[in-house]
Nanobody
């Protein structure tokens, strides 16, 4: 059974930094792409960043480009978040794609496995 477990969420002041991690277990896929999404209360789940199996292809939402960095190390992906803003406040979810899409998707429906999320709160 595939499991994704996020960690690293916290409360931080605007301008600060956080590093989220997501560790996978039980996956037998050879080349899964993975992504981070976030969801604020009452809002839709939004794409943040995605990375392919070897880190050679990366995509970011415009709202985080230049501030966030996604990376992966074997079965763990990270999201380094710098210059945090109050609008970054949300629950952050890790996702894994098991469809061999051959491209990085920004659509939540195209990811097959999800973690429980980790809360990031940025105070202004």
């Amino acid at each position: 059974q595939v499991q994704l477990v996020e960690s690293g969420g916290d409360m931080v002041q605007a301008g600060g930094s956080l590093r989220l991690s997501c560790t996978t277990s039980g996956a037998s896929f050879s080349q899964p792409s993975m992504a981070w999404f976030r969801q604020a209360p009452g809002k839709a789940r939004l794409f943040v960043a995605a990375i392919n199996w070897n880190g050679g292809n990366i995509d970011y939402a415009d709202s985080v480009k230049g501030r966030f960095t996604i990376s992966r190390d074997k079965n763990t992906i990270h999201l380094q978040m710098n210059s945090l803003k109050s609008e970054d406040t949300a629950r952050y979810y890790c996702a894994l794609e098991d469809r061999d899409l051959r491209y990085l998707s920004r659509l939540a429906v195209e990811y097959d496995y999800w973690g429980q999320g980790t809360q990031v709160t940025v105070s202004s």
